[in-house]
Structures are given as C-alpha cells and as structure tokens.
C-alpha cells in the first residue's frame, strides 16, 4: 500500500516537472522574467527574452529583466557556450563589482528565490522512503 502510494505520487510529481518545463514554449521559446530596478529584491514586472537576467551590485542594489540572443554580422550566435545554461559572472561596472546572472531553466528564473523542482522530487523522495 505504502509503495503503490509512493509511486503514484512520484508519477504526478514528474508530470508537473514535465509541465513546467515546457511552459516557456507558449511563447515561442521566450521565457517570462521578472523586470524591475530596486534597492532590494523584487518580484514586479514582466519582460520576455531568451534568457532571463539578475544583476546584483553592492550587494544590495538589484537589476532584473530580460536579454536576448542576438547575431554578429556572420551570423554567429552570440556566447554560443551559454545559450542553453545558467551561468553568474562577476563584472566592474562604473567601479562597483556586479555579479550578473542569466538562466533558462523556467519562466520567472531570476526570481529572488529560485527553488529547482528536481531537488523538492530528491528530498521528496527521501522523506517517503524514511516514513515507509
């Protein structure tokens, strides 16, 4: 009983996943993301990109939004490494170090909080075989 339980639970867990990863297709692969400019962090205001983008400067000061794909004039695309990826790199702007932020995991990735799914499914998982 307690292993049908664990199963089917497991199943609808994967067809969420599933369904939140193609979420972002509805608009024809761009990705919602948050679009705001504070002095904390914020969850206001939409854009839509290939990418979705968190700058975070002084450790306090916090740039959202989107970026897009974008081709050189031989039609290369731009940072091809990175086109399917998160990544964080740390950069000087105006004298103030930045680290900068992209992801394409989900729509709203650069959330202030960004909880990956796949780990709740791990812990999830873990805490059901310690109650069976």
Known sequence: MKISL???TFFVLVQIVISQRSD???HGLK???????????????????D??????ASES?????CENITRT???ELYDPQYKQKSYCRVEEILGVDAVICYCRD????NSSIHFN????LIYFCIFLIFII
Not at 31 to 49: D, I, M, N, P
Not at 51 to 56: A, E, T, V, Y
Not at 61 to 65: N, T
């Open 6 to 8: 664990f199963v089917i």
């Open 24 to 26: 972002y297709s509805r």
């Open 31 to 49: 990705l919602r993301c948050f679009s705001c400019t504070t002095s904390y962090q914020c969850e206001s205001g939409t854009c839509y990109g």
């Open 51 to 56: 990418f979705c983008m968190k700058i975070i």
């Open 61 to 65: 000061y916090v740039v959202k939004g």
């Open 73 to 75: 004039v031989n039609s």
């Open 106 to 109: 989900s729509d709203y990735c």
């Open 117 to 120: 799914i796949f780990s709740f």
